[in-house]
């Protein structure tokens, strides 16, 4: 582990490439946390929310004249 953070760290382009893979090894952590949560909601709420139509964007109000 030690030699591992010895290279990583010993250039510029290794480190850049370390923070690259954790970053995208902790996106998809957090979009797989995340997934069950928005199922939850979505089951919850109904899709689309009432304030929205069906590509999600909100209700323009009708101007009246």
Same mark, same amino acid.
């Given at each position: 582990?030690?030699? @591992?953070? +010895? =290279? !990583?760290?010993? $250039?510029?382009? /290794?480190? !850049?490439?370390? %923070? &690259? !893979? &954790?970053? %995208?090894?902790?996106? =998809?952590? %957090? +979009?797989? &946390?995340?997934? /069950? @949560? +928005? *199922?939850?909601?979505? &089951?919850?709420?109904?899709?689309? /929310?009432? *304030?929205? $139509?069906? $590509?999600?964007? /909100?209700? +323009? ?5």
């Amino acid at each position: 582990m030690i030699e @591992f953070l +010895k =290279y !990583v760290f010993s $250039d510029f382009w /290794p480190w !850049v490439g370390f %923070i &690259i !893979v &954790i970053n %995208i090894t902790l996106s =998809y952590i %957090i +979009k797989l &946390i995340n997934l /069950p @949560f +928005k *199922h939850r909601r979505i &089951i919850k709420l109904g899709y689309p /929310p009432e *304030h929205c $139509d069906a $590509d999600g964007n /909100p209700y +323009k109000e009708k101007e009246e004249e």
